[in-house]
T-cell receptor
Framework: KAGVTQTPRYLIKTRGQQVTLSCSPI?????VSWYQQTPGQGLQFLFE???????NKGNFPGRFSGRQFSNSRSEMNVSTLELGDSALYLC????????????FGQGTRLTVV | DAKTTQPTSMDCAEGRAANLPCNHS???????VYWYRQIHSQGPQYIIH???NNETNEMASLIITEDRKSSTLILPHATLRDTAVYYC????????????FGAGTRLAVHP
């Protein structure tokens, strides 16, 4: 069974640009969550999508957005990039029921210059 | 959200058991305890979870105290590949796929 796939693995963008990251969940999983990891703040929850609807949202500005498609694949978008958005972005997929384990992808390393 | 407290770092000799403690004194009756680990720059890996009974799988054992205010993750025979940051997480009721990570414990396994 294929795991969670995130693309691209590495990305370099310039301040002010926007970026779109992609996450393909494990087959059969309907929930995808996104996390940001930085050395200063650690792992922080961004948002969760389930059946194409945002179900949970963390405390991030509106520049961070996401969506989920009917095949459960998800994208997250960051607009007007800032230097502080440089981070490892991780997605996790799960069946989406309460108290089921989440499986993480390898992440996308975003560097904003 | 129930807060967890873990030691910042721990050491363990290869082949010995690694016992990683976690305090979650404000845990609610329906909240599960989850453990994940993250090996350098990789995505976190699910290890085990439990509610009130002790749990064991092929990776580890989870011991939860009777009052559920603390738990211990046990890696029975640590190897160098177990060197990682270990996160103890209390799962938010209704939080579905939302995990609140703390700083975790950095476990170093030495030869």
């Amino acid at each position: 069974k294929a795991g969670v796939t995130q693309t691209p693995r590495y990305l370099i963008k310039t301040r002010g640009q926007q970026v779109t990251l992609s996450c393909s969940p494990i087959s059969g999983h309907r929930s995808v969550s996104w996390y940001q990891q930085t050395p200063g703040q650690g792992l922080q929850f961004l948002f969760e999508y389930f059946s194409e609807t945002q179900r949970n949202k963390g405390n991030f500005p509106g520049r961070f957005s996401g969506r989920q498609f009917s095949n459960s694949r998800s994208e997250m978008n960051v607009s007007t990039l800032e230097l502080g958005d440089s981070a490892l972005y991780l997605c996790a997929s799960s069946l989406g029921r309460v108290n089921t384990e989440a499986f993480f992808g390898q992440g996308t390393r975003l560097t904003v210059v | 959200d129930a807060k967890t407290t873990q030691p910042t770092s721990m050491d363990c000799a290869e082949g010995r058991a690694a016992n990683l403690p976690c305090n979650h004194s404000t845990i609610s009756g329906n909240e599960y305890v989850y453990w994940y680990r993250q090996i350098h720059s990789q995505g976190p890996q699910y290890i085990i979870h439990g509610l009130k009974n002790n749990e064991t799988n092929e990776m580890a054992s989870l011991i939860i105290t009777e009052d559920r205010k603390s738990s211990t993750l046990i890696l029975p025979h640590a190897t160098l590949r177990d060197t990682a940051v270990y996160y103890c997480i209390v799962r938010v009721p209704g939080g579905y796929n939302k995990l609140i990570f703390g700083a975790g414990t950095r476990l170093a396994v030495h030869p």
